[in-house]
């Protein structure tokens, strides 16, 4: 059974059992900060288990994309591990338990996969007897493959946690390692663990105590790679149908054969691994960099680069595999065939300037080399071997291997200590954020009736159905209060999809409360954040909820703006471009896209031209809602981040754009009036930002920019038109003064060094000058000194110089004397200490500074003396 089929069976087997069928999220959390990657299926449904939003139902299955690379260095060693996985999970958010959750693993894997009973086993936490009964006497797993191990239970810190149960199939004696006691547990290939079962059913309290949670909750994971495994009855997930097909055409490629040799399949296993994990990854937004998730991406692209030398690969190769992987995932996820290209791109452009990394760092190895060797020794220290890990992507291996030619050994330990205390670092940043916090406060069970109408109007009268205050259901509201309103009926847009909330009053005769906020409760209510001006307010109590119109009008010029940039930017730049976060402010627009570097100039002009061009066409924006099959049908693009229901709101912007969204919009393009960009920026690898302005607020934006091109016109005394010209004929004058200047300051220098080459005294044999220069800069005297040294070709040279309160020197000491052994950086050390300072440098020039000018005199007096005492010690 390949592996499309299993998960389509998985996903059909709990969609009969009532549950939504999800698609996979983005690899990329949304806010959570306290994951890099999604790694389980069960982490982009974290605001449901922890209860800050509850699901329209609560039976949910997925197939999650997944990214884990804690074992990086056992992918391809092992059968089991890789960086990028599928996890097929299904999860009850307080609705069925253990009984069903436990039903329904052993009749999908009996009856749908047709797996031998007796070849299943099971492990469950020593104290779970509730589950030890259901798997023995209701399933009817006999007593001796029910394993009671203490690891059975999961938790993330502080939060939801409770134990689990573990299913384990048994893939036969000649698998094993061949000991009597072999069984469930066992490191050998024999027994496979396929599904895990947790049942949530405690929270982890802050003093390390448990109690029941009020609402149990199943979260289970089967790993798609492995449950291929089990059902192509072959000895590894890379030898399932997701891996072979991009494993033979590496092979093909590097003109090797998989299953020949041990260095040849590993090196095919990480390669079809990582390539999988980058196509996913970039396909999400994620581009190779240096920080983050950037970064992680990186290092895997690098290091299926270095496995490939290990099968010939000299020149770029991974970027033509990465069809093969589309051919492989692209039914199920569509999007790495849509951006195939800009796939292949990013991964060929990383490619290539790895390679000219590799060659920086063989120069680094050779200059390490070099030190070991000048030092009299014979071992590279383990931090220098991971510094080029770290920095430059050489593996040990091959660290060793340019070393061991040239009769070097390599500290390994040092390096393996080196590599542990950066995982450590890891770790502990990964647990000062990952805790899993119920949020359980008075808005989560709320039932109270709440519809939001402000899509067709801005003003109603209304009912108070709920008020909080500090978490509080409270009766009544009065004058200096802070509090929270739950309305029957609302205008006022609550904060979701990169739309900012609603501002505006609510009145009744004698009583009115400002609109600070407003967000959604966990149950889809609109709860409105108030401070109440004056008078007091009741619970039942009918009022007049009003939204601020110009705010609203502003904000949404802003949004419709956002859906035309959004098409302007894949028109201009390429289909690979895709929404990685928005703001909708009533003032501004924030717009973050994946692209892979800076827009050119002409590339901006023409996004903005795009635009304002469906602005001008006055297009009409229509809405509708419609089931979520055919908005797709009619090419509607979903937007970063959002989870949608079985039907969906539709925003048509002529025939430009059309996309799926709840925000607010205005009825025609035309009511934009004008669209401008202010600024491009990049704020991550592979995601850039563009912020910009509609309506009053471009207005504004363009008369500050004109005022700003008259006050330059009237200072070059030219009209608005000619200033571009102006600029460039003065900057070009500025440019030929400023080479004169520069001339003159030459002469002036050469002319002061002279004089003072005119200067010199002997101290013993040595020349020496030693002498103020009044206003010069340290660049100054050290340009003097240069002239000196070519002048006088032999001695020493100290100059000093005020410089705003502060006293600077300079110290020169010509080649000859270095070797006999004077130290331009000791004599500047003591002679700055005179005047409170200190400083130093190269033996043969330096720089130190002095907190007390009037004292340079009598600190250039040092000179003499110092030169003195050196040659009285010994100085040749």
């Not at 009984?99 to 009973?117: C, N, Q, V």
């Not at 991971?386 to 061991?404: V, W």
């Not at 430009?656 to 669209?675: A, D, W």
Request: charged share 30%.
């Amino acid at each position: 059974m390949k592996g499309a089929e299993i998960r389509k069976k998985f996903l059909e087997f709990f969609a009969s059992k009532d549950h939504d069928v999800y698609p996979s999220a983005s690899l990329v959390p949304v806010d959570d900060p306290s994951l890099l990657w999604i790694n389980a299926g069960m982490a982009p449904l974290k605001p449901f288990f922890d209860g800050r939003k509850v699901p329209p139902n609560p039976r949910i299955a997925s197939s999650q994309k997944c990214i884990r690379t804690n074992d990086i260095e056992n992918v391809g060693k092992t059968a089991r591990h890789q960086t990028f996985f599928e996890m097929l999970g299904n999860f009850s958010i307080g609705d069925y338990f253990k009984k069903e959750a436990i039903d329904w693993a052993w009749e999908f894997l009996t009856e749908h996969m047709g797996l031998d009973p007796e070849r299943l086993s099971v492990t469950i936490h020593p104290e779970d007897d509730e589950a030890y009964e259901l798997w023995h006497r209701r399933i009817g797993v006999p007593a001796h493959r029910i394993f009671r191990m203490e690891d059975n239970f999961w938790e993330i810190g502080e939060g939801p946690s409770g134990p689990c149960s573990e299913i384990f199939y048994d893939r036969g004696e000649d698998r094993g390692c061949g000991r009597p006691e072999c069984n469930v547990g066992c490191e050998c290939d024999r027994f496979l663990e396929i599904w895990n079962l947790v049942f949530t059913q405690f929270n982890h309290n802050p003093d390390g105590t448990y109690t029941p949670l009020p609402k149990k909750n199943i979260d289970t994971g089967m790993g798609l790679e492995r449950m291929a495994s089990v059902m192509q009855d072959v000895d590894s997930n890379f030898d399932t149908d997701l891996f072979r097909p991009i494993i033979e055409a590496a092979a093909e490629a590097a003109g090797v054969q998989y299953g020949r040799k041990t260095q040849w399949d590993v090196a095919l296993k990480v390669i079809a691994d990582h390539i999988r994990t980058a196509v996913f990854a970039v396909g999400d937004g994620v581009l190779p960099g240096n920080e983050g998730r950037s970064y992680v991406i990186r290092r895997l692209l690098r290091r299926a680069v270095r496995y490939g030398r290990n099968l010939g690969f000299d020149r770029p190769f991974l970027y033509r595999l990465v069809p093969v992987v589309g051919e492989v995932m692209g039914e199920a996820y569509p999007e790495i065939v849509e951006k195939g290209d800009f796939i292949v791109r990013a991964v060929k452009a990383e490619e290539e300037r790895f390679l000219e990394t590799l060659a920086e760092g063989e120069q680094v190895l050779e200059d390490y080399i070099e030190k070991v060797r000048s030092a009299g020794r014979t071992t590279l220290a383990g931090e220098d071997a991971f510094r080029l890990y770290d920095t430059f992507g050489f593996p040990i291996d091959l660290t060793k291997e340019i070393a061991n030619e040239q009769g070097i050994d390599v500290d390994e330990e040092g390096f393996a200590q080196a590599l542990e205390a950066q995982r450590e670092r890891a770790r502990a940043a990964r647990q000062d954020v990952e805790s899993m916090q119920s949020k359980r406060g008075v808005l989560v069970d709320l039932e109270a009736p709440s519809r939001f109408v402000g899509y067709d109007v801005l003003e109603t009268q209304t009912r108070v159905e709920v008020l909080v205050v500090d978490d509080r259901v409270v009766e009544r509201v009065s004058e200096g209060d802070q509090c929270l309103i739950v309305l029957n009926e609302t205008p006022f847009y609550a904060e979701s999809g990169g739309q900012v909330a609603d501002r505006g009053t609510i009145e009744t005769a004698t009583a009115r409360l400002e609109v600070e906020d407003v967000q959604k409760a966990p149950r889809g209510q609109h709860v409105h954040r108030c401070r109440v001006v004056r008078g007091t307010v009741t619970a039942g109590e009918v009022v007049r909820a009003r939204v601020d119109r110009r705010y609203r009008e502003d904000i949404i010029k802003n949004h419709t703006a956002t859906h035309l940039l959004h098409k302007a930017l894949r028109e201009v730049l390429g289909e690979h471009v895709a929404q990685a976060g928005s703001l909708v402010a009533d003032s501004r627009l924030r717009f973050d896209f994946s692209h892979y570097g800076p827009l050119a100039p002409e590339e901006l002009e023409a996004v903005e031209r795009v635009v304002n061009e469906e602005i001008w066409r006055n297009e009409p924006v229509d809405i509708r809602e419609m089931p979520l099959d055919e908005a797709k049908a009619m090419g509607a693009m979903a937007l970063f981040g959002e989870k949608y229901g079985e039907r969906v709101r539709v925003v048509k912007a002529g025939d430009f754009s059309i996309e799926l969204c709840g925000g607010c919009h205005v009825r025609r393009t035309s009511e934009i009036g004008v669209f401008k960009i202010v600024s491009e920026t990049g704020i991550g690898s592979g995601v850039r930002r563009i912020e910009a302005v509609t309506g009053r607020h471009a207005y504004a934006f363009l008369d500050s920019r004109l005022k700003g091109l008259d006050r330059a016109a009237s200072l070059l005394r030219v009209a608005p038109a000619d200033v571009p010209d102006k600029l460039e004929q003065v900057l070009g004058d500025m440019k030929e003064t400023e080479r004169e200047l520069e001339s003159w300051r030459d002469r002036w220098i050469r002319g002061q060094a002279l004089r003072l080459a005119d200067r010199v005294t002997d101290i013993q044999g040595v020349p020496v000058v030693a002498e103020v220069v009044e206003g010069a800069t340290p660049d100054l005297m050290r340009r003097m000194v240069d002239v000196l040294r070519e002048t006088i070709h032999s001695g020493v040279v100290v100059l000093g110089s005020k410089q705003e309160g502060k006293v600077m020197f300079v110290a020169a000491v010509s080649p000859d004397w270095v070797a006999k052994g004077l130290h331009a950086g000791q004599l500047v050390k003591e002679v700055a200490a005179a005047a409170g300072g200190g400083g130093g440098g190269k033996p043969d020039l330096a720089q130190a500074g002095g907190r007390h000018p009037e004292k340079l005199a009598e600190a250039l007096s040092r000179v003499p003396g110092w030169v003195r005492r050196q040659r009285g010690a010994g100085v040749s």
